[in-house]
């Protein structure tokens, strides 16, 4: 059930005992794991090809195509699930869509339905750019930890300073630990009576019209928080379909973008020469993955 940040159980948290408790481990497995530098293995994934992974750093004229992901230790990785699933619990606000369960890249979009005007941001570098000192700030000065809890927290949250690309806890840290900077865009939106949403490290403003002041107040905010923006990400809209983590926003239509309806005209394609029964079967369950991503997209 969701809850106040204030009813979180980290909320007061003063103990090293009370907090093995709640994390489910015993103090002396705590005291052994903040006691450990060798937490993770660094391997490159590659953005678009989901399972192709390497060991070692890709050479520079394919870097582009990979990013560095931190595995953790598989204890201390089941210890930031456990993080993540109670952080995860606090009531989160209408307009953040990731990471909250439930809530999905589609609904995201769907909250600028009917709008004229947008304006897209991207936020460079999130986790690597999310400090060890403002998840530090987060447990103790919002969460009222005390300096001992909050040590050992940000031991097991943070890896050389910042939040980790592969830990399970990244995700809801990297909007907690920004909390100020949330509230701080939030009250600028609801000034001008737009609407705003946040899926992860992509941030959307729409309304009638989006005015220039209100971005550059937001892109202020967000270099104060020591954050910056993906110059080659930012778009300007206006009377004009916007792709929104990847769902067509089109008045008061959402839909698949054209490279989506394209693969699945060639995956149809595709099933139509195979020749192969265990080939068609899995073209099959290609293309029954694709319509029912359509019809999820179309109904909202």
Not at 51 to 63: G, I, R, S, V, Y
Not at 124 to 150: G, I, K, L
Request: hydrophobic fraction near 40%; aromatic fraction near 8%.
């Amino acid at each position: 059930m969701p809850y106040e940040l204030r009813d979180s159980p980290f909320f007061r948290l003063k103990t090293r005992k009370k907090l093995a408790q709640t994390l489910n481990v015993s103090e002396a497995a705590l005291d052994a794991l903040t006691a450990r530098t060798d937490l993770y293995v660094r391997k490159w994934k590659h953005k678009r090809e989901k399972d192709k992974w390497l060991d070692a750093l890709p050479p520079p004229e394919q870097a582009h195509l990979y990013r560095p992901i931190d595995i953790p230790d598989r204890g201390l990785k089941a210890i930031q699930s456990r993080i993540a699933n109670l952080l995860g619990r606090i009531t989160p606000p209408d307009w953040l869509f990731s990471p909250v369960k439930g809530r999905s890249y589609v609904d995201n979009a769907a909250r600028h339905k009917g709008a004229v005007a947008f304006w897209l941001l991207d936020i460079a570098d999130y986790f690597p750019s999310c400090s060890a000192n403002n998840v530090a700030h987060f447990f103790r000065q919002r969460m009222e930890c005390s300096p001992d809890v909050t040590a050992i927290l940000v031991h097991i949250a943070t890896w050389q300073q910042c939040l980790p690309q592969g830990s399970p806890c990244s995700p809801i840290l990297a909007y907690l630990s920004n909390l100020k900077l949330w509230e701080t865009i939030e009250k600028v939106v609801n000034t001008e009576g737009l609407k705003h949403s946040v899926y992860a490290d992509d941030i959307t403003i729409s309304g009638p019209v989006v005015p220039k002041r209100v971005i550059w107040d937001i892109k202020q905010a967000i270099h104060k928080h020591g954050l910056r923006i993906k110059a080659e990400k930012e778009l300007s809209l206006i009377h004009r379909p916007a792709d929104i983590t990847g769902v067509i926003v089109d008045g008061n239509q959402t839909k698949l973008p054209n490279r989506q309806l394209k693969r699945l005209f060639e995956l149809r394609a595709e099933r139509h020469r195979a020749k192969s029964k265990l080939l068609k079967g899995q073209l099959d369950n290609k293309i029954a993955g694709h319509i029912a991503q359509k019809r999820q997209v179309e109904r909202v």
